[in-house]
Nanobody, 123 residues
Framework: VQLQASGGGLVQAGGSLRLSCAASRRTSSNNGMGWFRQAPGKEREFVAAISWSGSNPSYAESVKGRFTISREKGASTVYLQMNSLKPEDTAVYYC?????????????????WGRGTLVTVSS
């Protein structure tokens, strides 16, 4: 399975971006999907995840109320709408496919990872 993330770029603080992640295999629609990010010099961290059906989204505390993860039920593409962006959101964002149908924050539960897309938020 190949995951292709897109939508990153440079934005001013307070702005918005929408990331997309498309899976190469149609059967990926049966799997939970997640977004993680890694800022320079920092560990990779969980951002958001969603189940195969598009229900039960979960978020890191740092992005709750600002980011929204979504997908249509049965679709292999997942989105991350990012609003009210802050400079501390600057990172490479990775999408990943869960081994199972649920959402989750544990990166060990994710079998496939995309290459990442860079998000830079200027102050």
């Amino acid at each position: 399975v190949q995951l292709q993330a897109s939508g990153g770029g440079l934005v001013q603080a307070g702005g918005s971006l929408r990331l997309s992640c498309a899976a190469s295999r149609r059967t990926s629609s049966n799997n939970g999907m997640g977004w993680f990010r890694q800022a320079p010099g920092k560990e990779r961290e969980f951002v958001a995840a969603i189940s195969w059906s598009g229900s039960n989204p979960s978020y890191a505390e740092s992005v709750k109320g600002r980011f929204t993860i979504s997908r249509e039920k049965g679709a292999s593409t997942v989105y991350l709408q990012m609003n009210s962006l802050k400079p501390e959101d600057t990172a490479v964002y990775y999408c990943a496919q869960n081994r199972w149908s649920v959402a989750g924050s544990d990166p060990d539960r994710y079998a496939y990872w995309g290459r990442g897309t860079l998000v830079t938020v200027s102050s």
